[in-house]
């Protein structure tokens, strides 16, 4: 039951939203197994002086269009992390209009245990939803 935070400018229309959403669900199904009805994405919209990034960092010219995604699930190993993290700026780049360097990404861990939803079913023996493939289960 992953929850994800997107951080951007005021402002953004709700069909570039939603191409976002669609980008980011479409990369935790297809990496981490998620059940297609596991979403749940809130977006922040922030004011020019609420979102301040220094126009280059790590060498590289930044955009207004920069967005910072956070991701919140239990553990996954860092092979599976890097799988991740190439597959959403794979599918944020796919006609959003964002470029690789438009995005920041953020993995916040949170034990399957600390997490609550009506009708979510714990398998006992993994602590992860019991939706989830089981070759996507860490091991």
């Known amino acids: 039951m992953p929850m994800t935070k997107i951080y951007l400018r005021e402002g953004t229309k709700p069909e570039h939203k939603r191409a976002l959403s669609d980008a980011v669900h479409q990369a935790l199904v297809e990496v981490l197994g998620i059940p297609e009805d596991d979403r749940f994405h809130f977006f922040h919209e922030l004011a020019d002086e609420n979102l301040i990034t220094e126009p280059v960092a790590f060498g590289l010219e930044r955009r207004r ?9 239990a553990h996954r190993s860092e ?6 993290f190439a597959a959403l700026v794979a599918n944020l780049t796919r006609g959003t209009g964002l470029e690789t360097r438009d995005i920041y990404l953020n ?3 949170s034990a399957s245990a600390n997490w609550w939803a009506e009708g979510r ?13 089981a070759d996507k289960v860490p091991g």
């Open 79 to 84: 092979a599976v992390l890097n799988e991740l």
């Open 65 to 73: 269009q920069a967005i910072c995604v956070q991701l919140y699930f």
């Open 107 to 109: 993995v916040i861990e």
């Open 121 to 133: 079913v714990l398998n006992q023996q993994t602590g992860f939803d019991e939706r989830i493939a």
